[in-house]
């Protein structure tokens, strides 16, 4: 009946805890110039059984999607990226910075998103 109970209590701080801690990226600097070290920390990123510990971030204007790379959160749900701006692969302007991992339901395994954006100027 413990046993019960204790699964019970684990699972519920499992589903709600997406719900408490709101994940959040930063970017500095911002804007970033081409050839400039741009630094993305977070926080608040949950750190349970059923999420993938890795964060993808990916950069979205209107015209084009390119993917950065990934990090590992760490155990108290932070992390950081380093990430240089080339001409050759991103342009200058005005960019989406998406921050996505993969949790899995509780209920019956499907893939639930747990993102993070932030709006990123690219200059010249």
């Known amino acids: 009946m413990k046993r019960a109970l204790a699964l019970g209590a684990a699972l519920a701080l499992a589903a709600a805890a ?13 804007p ?48 950081r990226f380093a990430w240089t701006p080339r001409r050759s692969k991103v342009g200058a302007g005005r960019w989406t910075l998406r921050a996505r991992m993969n949790c899995e339901s509780g209920k019956n395994g499907s893939t639930v998103p747990v993102r993070a954006s932030l709006v990123l100027r690219i200059a010249p």
Request: proline share 5%.
């Open 18 to 30: 997406p719900a408490y801690a709101r994940q959040s990226i930063v970017a500095t600097p911002n």
């Open 32 to 79: 970033v110039h081409f050839g400039e070290t741009l630094t993305i920390t977070g926080k608040g990123w949950p750190v349970i059984e059923f999420c993938s510990r890795t964060v993808r971030f990916s950069l979205r204007s209107a015209q084009n999607s390119v993917h950065l790379g990934g990090t590992k959160v760490g155990s108290r749900g932070r992390l």
